[in-house]
């Protein structure tokens, strides 16, 4: 029932920025968390960031002060702020949403968007 659709991805150069958008339907946006996690080939789907009911936030150490998740509930609309972007960061980007209250672990999140291709060049 819920849908997720992200969009903003690209290609950037190394130390550009990228502002990614995840459009929510479905369901009641605000109580539960939002997450962004990324994916490339030949290694595992990574978390990357996640949002609270209550905004707290939560990033994997590779991203800390980089990137900025946040939230807009009256838009049904979660962001992730991509500043400093490195070659490592180059990804299929996806919005999760949690099928529970919690964050945690990665399959309490129980929808899915299709993805939005995030390109670092060196």
């Known amino acids: 029932q819920v849908q997720l659709v992200e969009s903003g991805g690209g290609l950037v150069q190394a130390g550009g920025s990228l502002r990614l958008s995840c459009a929510a339907s479905?369901?009641?946006?605000?109580?539960?968390?939002m997450a962004w996690f990324r994916h490339t080939p030949g290694k595992e789907r990574e978390f990357v960031a996640a949002?609270?009911?209550?905004?707290?936030?939560y990033y994997t150490n590779s991203v800390k002060g980089r990137f900025t998740i946040s939230r807009d509930n009256a838009k049904n609309t979660v962001y992730l702020q991509t500043n400093s972007l490195k070659p490592d960061d180059t990804a299929v980007y996806y919005c999760a949403a949690s099928g529970s209250m919690r964050y945690f672990p990665p399959r309490e999140y129980e929808y899915w968007g299709q993805g939005t291709q995030v390109t670092v060049s060196s």
């Open positions: 479905g369901r009641t946006f605000s109580t539960y968390p």
């Open positions: 949002i609270t009911w209550n905004l707290n936030t």
